[in-house]
């Protein structure tokens, strides 16, 4: 009895951990594309996502990533694999909302039912005035070696003038 109240107890808190949205920004999806075509379940595909920067205003990110099909896609219990791809762009002129970290999290999402989440995470290269974009995946054990960097140099925009330096924003 105090095993099975246990098991529903962590089911509910990771099931509840599932339902708030743990991402910083909000994704867009551009497209999919199907790469394994699956007889009587949802094909795998590529997903590519937009998403822009919460704290960076005129720079925006794309990512592609995975998506399993079959029985467990199908039903959202996959776990999806670690490859994912992203470039990052300036769309307008830059603007810091507000000042943040070295590696803060501009955008994540789970990989899996419950362990498993990609990231991507915000940098500043202060020698060159260069927003630096990385995305990668981890596990609450393990997590994955592959990761895909993109880089956006903070480069005037118009007639905006001077442009800002990355190193007063992000610390």
Partial sequence: MLLRRWVLAALALAL???????????EDLIFRKSTVWKMLTPNDKLAVYGVDDPIV?????????????????MFG?????????LACRQIGPIKFKEKAG???VVFRERRSLIWKKMQIVRGCDAKRNVLVYLVYTDKLIDGSPQNS?????????????????CSEWIR
């Fill in 16 to 26: 509840s951990g599932m339902m708030l949205s743990p991402a910083s920004a909000q």
């Fill in 57 to 73: 205003e005129g720079v925006a990110c794309h990512y592609t990533v995975p998506e399993k099909g079959g029985v467990s896609g």
């Fill in 77 to 85: 219990v996959a776990e999806e694999v670690s490859e994912v791809s």
């Fill in 102 to 104: 070295q590696g803060d």
């Fill in 149 to 165: 960097t993109s880089t956006v140099p903070v480069m005037p925009w118009g007639n905006s003038g001077e442009p800002p330096k």
